[in-house]
């Protein structure tokens, strides 16, 4: 009977085999969860095992509702499986129902309440639930039990940012940060350097970011932070350079190299600031960007690669700003294209507003005087 159902095997079957095959049976019927009776089958741990397994896979699909009732039946077949509390309390997490996962991973911390991810999941859900007493003390227990809890201490930290406990909040973003992947280290960084830049702490700011290059992380809004930090600190070289990497990782932003060419320029390094500006046109034609490659190639005497950058700047007129315009018209009088110029100051003095600015027509009549007298100068 090598194709019958070891359910079916009668007791005197059995009796007839080796000892061997005895326990060969014996083994897969508890593999194949043979104690059946006529009444129904019961519980079976290697079919609610398949059953977990296939709610953790259609939770990590994003299919939330599928989990839950895969969770269902392993509620059914093995109601004690320890799992399944912190188990449902993740998809409630991710499906906003904030009160179930509250109770959820409450009763996860009662069946294993040394384990500190239930505790800081809990007051994850507390804390979005507005639950801010409730919240500290449960992430307060997971720090006691696992002091570098990543997730405990980034979400302890946002609840003291959120209270105004400002030093405390920092401190737990930044350990949270060194234990955190390195994948997943950025919002936090990024949010302590937020907090940071609100409080003009440039010098922080670079620290932190520093901090974080060294552990491997490099992001484009981290390192123009730093930009933004040094530029401040009138560091004007390193603020460069962590404009330039900034714009190497983000291949889609114009605006980086545009701040990278403009640093170039001033620290008179002309080679590097056109290659910069270039780059940046490359992306996207922007007036500005067209502008400063123009007064490069103008001081230069390249008059030809003046004017065709010129004609770039001229396409993107219509989204630039009027101090970028004025600069234009500026250019273009120095070309002799005095008519495109007078258009494009009088486009900048027809758009709305214009003629509530008084620094903005005090440029636009000083420059009209130099185009009629044929004395217009390069800005500085």
Not at 81 to 100: I, N, T, W, Y
Not at 128 to 154: C, F, N, T
Not at 346 to 360: C, F, I, Q, S
Not at 369 to 374: D, E, L, P, V, Y
Request: some cysteine; hydrophobic content about 40%.
């Amino acid at each position: 009977m090598a194709g019958s159902d070891p359910d079916s095997i009668s007791m005197s079957t059995l009796g007839s085999r080796t000892t061997s095959d005895r326990r060969l049976w014996l083994l897969l019927a508890l593999m194949l969860g043979a104690a059946c009776s006529r009444e129904g089958p019961s519980p079976d741990d290697s079919e609610a095992e398949g059953y977990y397994l296939e709610g953790t896979r259609f939770y990590l699909q994003g299919n939330f509702t599928a989990a839950l009732r895969s969770f269902d039946r392993v509620q059914a077949l093995r109601p004690t499986d320890r799992r399944l509390p912190a188990a449902r309390g993740e998809v409630f997490l991710s499906m906003g129902r904030l009160l179930d996962a509250v109770t959820a991973f409450e009763e996860a911390s009662r069946r294993e309440p040394t384990r500190a991810t239930h505790w800081s999941r809990l007051g994850l859900a507390q804390a979005q639930l507005g639950r801010v007493k409730e919240a500290r003390a449960s992430l307060e227990r997971a720090l006691a039990l696992a002091p570098s809890d990543a997730r405990a201490l980034e979400q302890l930290g946002r609840l003291e940012l959120a209270r105004g406990e400002e030093k405390a909040g920092l401190r737990h973003l930044r350990e949270a940060a060194k234990t955190l992947p390195v994948e997943e280290q950025s919002e936090v960084v990024q949010l302590a350097v937020g907090v940071l830049e609100k409080g003009q702490r440039h010098a922080e700011v670079v620290g932190l970011v520093e901090e974080a290059v060294g552990r491997g992380l490099r992001t484009p809004g981290l390192l123009a932070s730093q930009g933004d930090a040094q530029l401040a600190m009138g560091n004007f070289h390193s603020a460069a350079e962590s404009y330039s990497e900034a714009a190497h990782l983000a291949p889609k932003d114009p605006t980086l190299w545009e701040v990278a060419g403009a640093l170039r320029f001033k620290l008179g390094e002309t080679e590097a600031a056109e290659s910069a500006f270039r780059k940046s046109l490359a992306i996207q034609g922007r007036t500005a960007p067209a502008v400063a490659l123009a007064q490069i190639y103008y001081t230069q005497g390249k008059r030809e690669l003046a004017s065709k950058a010129v004609d770039q700047a001229l396409e993107a007129a219509p989204d630039a700003q009027p101090r970028e315009l004025v600069d234009l018209a500026r250019l273009l009088a120095q070309l002799r294209r005095t008519g495109d110029a007078q258009r494009l100051l009088t486009m900048v003095r027809d758009e709305p507003g214009a003629n509530r600015n008084a620094k903005l027509q005090l440029q636009l009549q000083q420059l009209t005087r130099q185009i009629q007298a044929g004395t217009p100068l390069l800005p500085e």
